[in-house]
């Protein structure tokens, strides 16, 4: 699976509108894909556990949180949101996975001037400890309820991603499970794989997409999963995001580029910097178990080495033929790599605009992405050449990288559905009415 850079992940959710749903895990989805929108570096400890903060990484607090009395309850609400030129994010938290609440939410999706072109949801663990002491019959109920209710709200092109629960530690001691709940936790961890089969299945049989989540950490708790037995560091949801956007481009019929990991060191997020200089560490791989693909190397300065791979060199000039009086020049050599002309999905005729929502003001810091063309001279003949000048590598002029066409798809596996061929049409169609039953 190749990682993306910050520069193609803003160009793979280019004038889109992003919408994810969930608990804590999903809010440190949220950052981790506001943060790759902006810069190739890793959420930091801070970040992570902070919540309800008023703002983070250029986005804005816009409802609950800190604004607001801060508690663990079932009641508690969050709403953040990333807006720039061509971008726009936005988390809502749940504590439980169809109540009033999340009706309001589709309401507000529904009534809204933009509708969204990817949501991102889970919701499992408030559901399954802080609601009744049997919480099976409400939970699969409310699924039902859940993705009946996004089959008449969302719109036909909107790509909907069911996240399955992560697994969680033998020990629970994470704050949104009280201490008089706590020794019910010991059967939580296999409780989470029977909730990701039914809402597996559920979505599925709706026609959404499912990411299995469990599916991919299930055997890296031991080096990735935090002490609270319920989130995860930095690392593992940089590996989330990726997971993520590489399954949302191969739904969307996106060609990722195909490179082969280069380099194990990440630039540490801001709150680690020193004054004026970045900080760099090694990032350790696993030892007794199978490590996430190295992460990759920072983006590079523009016009110090070229984003795109070099071509290779001109192969040595031998004679083919007997040498002639005339020697018979080919035609001009096609460049080994062509910039590809940005995909019609990507193109949008009027980007975000703040005073376009029903909120105050946004922050906009992202320039568009610009393209530049370029071209080799062909002069390439059978006959040997009298020596000449030698000519400078080709330098590319090209900020952002483009998402490049032509390669093999990444296919994840999973247990819980089978991996469908895409692009594809939707198979949620538009509610008709019943014919009547003959008499």
């Known amino acids: 699976m190749v990682h993306l850079l910050a520069s193609e992940v803003q160009q793979l959710l280019h004038n889109k509108f992003v919408v994810i749903l969930g608990d804590s895990v999903q809010r440190a989805v949220y950052k981790d894909l506001v943060l790759l929108l902006q810069k190739d570096c890793l959420l930091t400890l801070s970040q992570l556990k902070a919540k309800g903060e008023y703002s983070f990484e250029q986005d804005e607090l816009l409802q609950g949180g800190k604004q ?3 508690h663990n309850g079932i009641h508690y609400r969050e709403v953040r949101q990333f807006c720039s030129g061509q971008h726009l994010v936005r988390f809502y938290f749940l504590t439980r996975v169809y ?4 009706e ?3 309401e507000e999706l529904h009534s809204g001037e933009h509708d969204p072109d990817l949501v991102i949801m889970n919701s499992c663990l408030w559901d399954l400890t802080r609601y009744r002491e049997d919480p099976w019959p409400s939970y699969l109920q409310n699924l039902e309820s859940l993705f009946g209710r996004l089959r008449q709200v969302l719109p036909e092109s909107c790509l909907l991603v069911w996240n399955t629960a992560m697994p969680v530690g033998n020990n629970i001691t994470s704050g949104f499970l009280p201490p008089e709940l706590r020794p019910a936790a010991s059967i939580l961890k296999t409780n989470v794989i029977e909730a990701n089969f039914y809402s597996s299945n559920e979505a599925q049989k709706h026609g959404f997409d499912v990411l299995d989540l469990h599916f991919h950490f299930r055997r890296h708790t031991g080096k990735y ?6 989130h995860w560091n930095e690392r593992a949801h940089r590996h989330l995001s ?5 399954h949302v481009a191969d739904a969307w019929g996106v060609e990722l580029p195909q490179r082969d990991p280069v380099g194990k060191c990440i630039k540490d997020g801001p709150a680690r910097e020193g004054p004026g200089r970045r900080l760099e560490r090694q990032l350790p791989a696993c030892r007794d178990q199978p490590a996430f693909p190295p992460l990759p190397r920072p983006l590079p300065l523009p016009g110090c080495c070229p984003l795109l791979p070099t071509p290779s060199p001109r192969p040595p000039q031998f004679p083919l033929l007997p040498p002639k009086p005339r020697p018979v020049p080919l035609q001009q050599v096609t460049p080994p790599f062509l910039v590809c002309p940005q995909d019609a999905h990507f193109s949008s005729d009027r980007p975000f605009q703040s005073d376009q929502f029903s909120f105050n003001h946004f922050h906009s810091d992202i320039p568009p992405s610009t393209q530049t063309e ?3 001279d062909g002069d390439f003949m ?3 050449q009298p020596p000449g000048p030698p000519f400078p590598q080709p330098c590319y002029q090209q900020r952002d990288p483009v998402v490049h066409r032509g390669f093999p798809r990444y296919c994840p596996r999973g247990p819980y559905m089978p991996w469908r061929g895409r692009p594809r049409t939707s198979k949620r169609r538009a509610p008709a009415y019943r014919e009547p039953s003959p008499q």
């Open 382 to 384: 059978f006959s040997p």
């Open 242 to 246: 990726q997971l993520l956007l590489a």
């Open 68 to 70: 607001g009395r801060m």
């Open 225 to 230: 999963l935090q002490p609270d037995g319920v």
């Open 374 to 376: 370029f071209a080799f």
């Open 99 to 102: 109540s009033d609440y999340l």
């Open 104 to 106: 309001a939410i589709l």
